[in-house]
């Protein structure tokens, strides 16, 4: 039996069209349908041409946000030696060795990210189970294993997100606040779809983008014309 839709979302829904809607508006629109009590995200859901049951139909790569995710993001890293203090001096919430590697196996998860240098990846191994579910394992695709301690805190505390394609070939990712502006939304909206198009996958055939939906995290799904967004530059946007 189909769920029966509240009230409020019902009034919602009569606002969105059947339509593709120009980037700005279907954000601007997205705005007027966040209506929940509490400050919702902005989410993109993006059906894309590809079956990544194949190796060489992957998506999984990070975008950084240019107007930032609206979220405070607090960082973990597993180092060793003068990388530990490289990581306390660049802002890291959370930094440590074995000692860390354990209290997560006892089931410390109070960070959203976690970052490691690629010598203690052997150890950090071992955490796959616990982290893979959580989308918190740190992989060089995602950019959270590298020597480079600072560069990559920095990035993910400003707005930089990891995302993948599900097994369904769809993309879900946050990118913003409806906080923001409709112009902000868009800015990192376009940053979003140059990234997918960037990192398309070698076998990727066909037609790649099939369709995009834009709302808020608890308001209906407003669909957005692709090809207007990808027309646009970004120096025109930002």
């Known amino acids: 039996m189909a769920k029966k839709l509240s009230r409020r979302m ?19 629109l997205l705005k007027e349908t966040a209506t929940a009590k509490f400050t919702e995200a902005a989410e993109a859901h993006i059906r894309l041409g590809i079956d990544p049951k194949y190796t060489d139909q992957q ?33 890291a919430d959370i930094v440590g060795s074995e000692e860390l590697i354990e209290e997560i196996q006892k089931g410390r998860m109070d960070f959203d990210k976690l970052i490691a240098t690629p010598d203690v990846m052997p150890q950090v191994a071992k955490l796959g189970k616990l982290l893979g579910p959580r989308g918190l394992m740190p992989s060089p695709k995602g950019g959270t294993v590298t ?5 990559a805190i920095a990035e993910f505390k400003a707005g930089k997100l990891e995302f993948r394609a599900d097994r369904t070939g769809i993309v879900h ?6 906080l923001f502006s409709p112009e902000d939304l868009l800015v990192n909206l376009k940053a979003l779809q140059e990234t997918i198009d960037r990192n398309r996958p070698s076998g990727a055939k066909g037609r790649y983008w099939r369709t995009m939906y834009v709302s808020a995290t608890m308001g209906p799904s407003i669909r957005v014309d692709v090809s207007s967004l990808r027309d646009l530059k970004m120096n025109e946007v930002a």
Request: aromatic fraction near 4%.
């Open 10 to 28: 019902q009034t919602l829904q009569a606002k969105v069209e059947d339509k593709d809607y120009n980037p700005i508006e279907a954000l601007t």
């Open 59 to 91: 998506l999984r790569t990070t975008v950084a946000l240019p107007k930032g995710t609206g979220q405070i993001v607090r960082v973990a890293v597993i180092a060793r030696g003068e990388k530990v203090t490289e990581a306390t001096n660049a802002g």
């Open 147 to 151: 020597p480079d301690l600072a560069g």
């Open 173 to 178: 990712v946050m990118f913003g606040k409806v």
